[in-house]
């Protein structure tokens, strides 16, 4: 079953790559940025004439919005950047794609207090990519960040969040404050636990996850607390019973539930015990209930408590 990861655990799944493969943090940006693109052009119908404006911060997933924006122009279309930090902060790896940005032409501007060339932009642009804050947010956004970040939650233009929304926490889901509301959010390697935990979950958007070349077998051995539960997945945990098999030999559960004005609740979790693959199922509810429970499951034993 898959695994939901927090930003501390999906960290080590990057440390570990970096270490035992060799990508630098660099070439996963890199790789990072190219993911969101091809999303961005799958959901877009292409990347020619397209016009972004893309938030960054100071961290690597500013440096993931600075390698879409030098791709997407690349690809046919334009992008405004914004870095919501000063440039000194800008450190590492995000650094260095902060340059080659600038370098290929991309003129990045430094948001202060005055937000008006910001929303400027973003009644000009097709999209907002925001790449302000990652996974490694707990609590709320600072205050000059929450104002950023309220900007392009109540934009009138579609919002794509490079690995999560900002302002959701990647641990738990919880908003504190401002978030961004995406409608397409490109995450990668592992989906964090806030990306499928309310509120979190309902500023996601489409969820696509993207492998910028973590290897299954670190994948596979990352720490994680959560798993990611489906229909096909409970299926293959459940035991199949074999042709010579019958209901004595494929388990007994019993059931004890029930009271006036809730006999469904007695009934449903009776006949799940049955489809989950029991060979008998024994349920005890109150006297006064025995007989409509009878009329209720065929399959199932009901036995009248006191």
């Not at 500023?203 to 696509?208: E, I």
């Not at 979790?269 to 693959?277: E, K, M, V």
């Amino acid at each position: 079953m898959p695994k939901l990861v927090t930003g501390r655990e999906m960290a080590a799944v990057d440390q570990r790559t970096i270490e035992e493969v060799g990508i630098s943090s660099a070439e996963l940006i890199e790789r990072a940025g190219a993911e969101v693109i091809a999303a961005i052009a799958a959901r877009w119908d292409g990347l020619a004439g397209l016009q972004a404006v893309v938030l960054c911060g100071k961290g690597n997933n500013g440096g993931d919005g600075f390698a879409v924006a030098r791709l997407l122009c690349a690809g046919g279309g334009s992008a405004r950047v914004f870095l919501a930090a000063d440039r000194a902060d800008v450190q590492g790896a995000a650094a260095e794609h902060l340059r080659r940005c600038e370098q290929e032409g991309e003129a990045v501007e430094v948001l202060g207090e005055d937000l008006a060339p910001l929303d400027a932009a973003i009644q000009k642009a097709d999209l907002v990519i925001d790449a302000l804050l990652g996974t490694g947010l707990r609590g709320a956004p600072r205050p000059a960040m929450a104002r950023v970040i309220e900007r392009i939650a109540h934009c009138e233009r579609p919002v794509v969040a490079v690995d999560i929304p900002s302002g959701v926490e990647a641990d738990t889901g919880q908003v504190h404050g401002a978030a961004a509301q995406a409608v397409l959010t490109v995450t990668f390697g592992l989906v964090k636990v806030g990306q499928l935990f309310y509120p979190g979950r309902s500023h996601c958007g489409a969820l696509h996850l993207a492998n910028i070349g973590f290897p299954e077998p670190i994948l596979r051995d990352a720490a994680a607390q959560a798993l990611l539960l489906s229909a096909e997945g409970l299926g293959s945990l459940v035991p199949r019973c074999g042709g010579d098999e019958h209901k004595g030999s494929c388990g007994t559960v019993a059931v004890v539930a029930g009271s006036v004005g809730m006999t469904g609740a007695a009934a449903l979790t009776a006949d799940a015990a049955l489809r989950s693959g029991a060979g008998r199922v024994h349920l005890g509810v109150p006297a006064s209930l025995n007989d409509i429970l009878e009329v209720k499951l065929s399959e199932v034993m009901t036995r009248p408590l006191p």
